[in-house]
DNA sequence: AAAAATCTGTTGCGTATGCAACAAAAATAT
DNA sequence: ATATTTTTGTTGCATACGCAACAGATTTTT
């Protein structure tokens, strides 16, 4: 498999040819898609992030979904929705492509060499979607606090290979991530450091332990 | 896009051609595989169902994933893992398409068309994976027991388009699903029904309101 | 450089929920 | 048909965690 920044240049370079693709620039703030009655189309975010939130009837909101380089979203992945409205907000400026679901299993008339890369290149995106989405039920499917932020850390310890981290967003985001209570949070990372477990420093964090 | 029918039909028809795929079948209660260092192999439950089961250090038992017809599973879709020990147990009797993760990408000299429609199928299959979890991720999202369970009737109801749902599986392994505490959740059940949310006779539950 | 907005850490309080234990019911195995 | 295992419902207890509120730090906007 190639790497992230191949596919990343890929997907940017990619022109509209033998079927229809969109290009869109946001602002922060904007919205960029919502999820309802499109369900044909499919979104990718070139640059920026941004975040798939739900208001439920209570007008509550939460994050439910954080998005970022390469990442593919887009109502075709998600359940069809019944209760609560889905939008997905740029949290930073977004470049986002567009292209419908229905592209990737049609065969165009020419059997183009792009459609054929394009398909398979949304596809390794689709299988990192899938990967990402089981490290966070991973996560989610922990019993408390203390284990889901250990279990984090750890994740991201084994991929930078080190036992000092830096979190990849603002703590609060972490809390959303995680699906915990911001404070709640803040206060067990205190209980881990008081109790040797962990250092911090800002948003590094080094695991003391092992 | 192709019925589940379909689908199910076309990979049990599979036999090797171009490359290798092997069917197995498991005993209830066999380990189908592990997720450990097998970063290659892709799965497909064709027949039974099977959970993913995380042990802890603490020896702690969680089902993190639950497989039935159809569902593609493999330590491919995984976060390499660190701690905790996956495995994935046969619930049932089950029979199981394996074949390598490669295969989806390497295209076969033939260029055959059976290696088309196959990489074809999986990435639906995949797809639908994708639903599936961010479906479970929506439901691990909501902040109590009482919402956890109400989503999860609603999203059955509007699948069935009535009122009236039958749980597809036992209420011990509902509770793993949304993970919460069985016994809390049965208490959650007790206060739904007193409060006329809701009437259950066994696994058959109908939703009172809207 | 000042003003506004967001993020972070802390704390008190109430309660939702995890845990343990048990008995009855249901399902499965012998 | 009987025995064994699994599932279900209930309840008491303890506590982890959500919630609200606030102040200081940090970041972003103007």
Redesign the interface.
């Known amino acids: 498999?190639q790497s992230e920044e191949e596919i990343s240049n890929f997907l940017k370079s990619i022109e509209t040819r033998c079927f229809k693709t969109t290009k869109r620039s946001f602002f922060k703030g904007e919205t960029i898609t919502t999820y309802l009655e499109k369900r044909n189309q499919l979104c990718i975010l070139l640059t920026g992030e941004a975040d798939l939130i739900?208001y439920?009837f209570n007008g509550n909101k939460?994050i439910?979904?954080q998005f970022s380089n390469n990442s593919i979203f887009g109502e075709?992945?998600?359940?069809?929705n019944?209760?609560n409205e889905l939008f997905v907000l740029a949290k930073t400026n977004c470049d986002v492509l567009f292209f419908s679901y229905d592209n990737?299993?049609i065969k165009c008339k020419q059997n183009c060499s792009f459609h054929k890369e394009f398909?398979?290149q949304i596809?390794?995106l689709?299988?990192s979607?899938?990967?990402e989405?089981?490290?966070?039920?991973?996560l989610?499917?922990k019993?408390n606090i203390r284990?889901k932020l250990l279990?984090y850390f750890?994740?991201l310890?084994?991929?930078k290979l080190s036992k000092t981290i830096s979190i990849p967003f603002t703590f609060t985001d972490l809390a959303d991530y995680l699906?915990v209570d911001r404070s709640a949070m803040t206060r067990e990372l205190s209980h881990l450091i008081e109790e040797g477990f962990i250092e911090k420093k800002g948003k590094k964090i080094t695991l003391l332990y092992e």
Not at 76 to 80: D, E, N, S
Not at 133 to 138: F, P, V
Request: glycine residues 2%.
């Open positions: 498999m739900r439920d939460t439910i979904g075709a992945l998600y359940p069809a019944t209760n990737l299993w398909s398979e596809n390794k689709i299988i979607q899938v990967v989405l089981n490290t966070r039920i991973e989610l499917t019993k284990d279990s750890d994740i310890s084994s991929k699906s």
